[in-house]
């Protein structure tokens, strides 16, 4: 009787693999609400933007050759992702690490891009406050450190994943952290994108 109410309670052998979708469904839920609710946030943001353009009382600048490069680099950044991505498939550890050191490199690359285009603002007198402030120096300063503030949970997903692709904690079959700092940062690449061409059409 006892030997089989231990095969009754036994797991099934597909009740690890059962476990490990419903942690990625969920994970990847979760991560899609944040997303979904920046997209909102940025989505209200832009839209003061145009309704402020509107009104008058508007400074247009030139924006600093600077941020096309950094516009480049971070488009390249969710390229050199996409290979720890094919990586991770391939249980390809030399090539995940790689690649991800490269786009945390080409990461921090485009802060400092950024942070020489605000420098380069604020000689300018394009500021986010003070008596030379105008509502279209602010805006575009409120979009530069917003988007600062999300990368920050870019970069640190980055690093979580450099480190744990040096424990080749990551493979073909458990790749979880690579598919969630992937969407997220393809996404801060896409925000970026938009944001770039909405204010150097919109000014």
């Known amino acids: 009787m006892k030997e089989t109410e231990e095969i009754k309670y036994k797991p099934s052998p597909d009740y690890k693999s059962d476990l490990e979708t419903a942690r990625k469904k969920s994970a990847k839920a979760l991560l899609w609400i944040g997303i979904i ?14 309704v402020r ?56 690359g485009f802060v400092y891009c950024q942070y020489l285009g605000w420098t380069e603002l604020t000689a300018k007198n394009v500021v986010f406050g003070g008596k030379y402030s105008n509502p ?50 393809h996404f801060l690449d896409l925000l970026w994108v938009y944001l770039f061409l909405f204010l150097y059409f919109i000014r």
């Not at 247009?60 to 950094?70: A, H, R, W």
Request: aromatic share 16%; hydrophobic share 55%.
């Open 37 to 50: 609710s920046m997209i909102m946030f940025w989505a209200g943001l832009t839209s003061a933007y145009v």
């Open 53 to 108: 353009h509107d009104s008058g009382n508007w400074l247009v600048f030139k924006l600093p050759d600077i941020f096309f490069i950094s516009t480049a680099i971070i488009i390249l950044s969710s390229i050199t992702f996409l290979m720890v991505q094919n990586a991770a498939k391939k249980s390809n550890y030399q090539m995940m690490t790689l690649g991800t050191l490269i786009t945390l490199v080409l990461g921090f």
């Open 136 to 185: 279209s120096g602010s805006f575009f300063i409120l979009f530069i450190w917003a988007h600062w503030a999300h990368l920050a949970g870019g970069i640190i997903s980055l690093i979580v994943v450099l480190i744990n692709s040096l424990r080749k904690k990551y493979s073909a079959e458990n790749a979880l952290g690579i598919e969630l700092c992937a969407l997220y940062w």
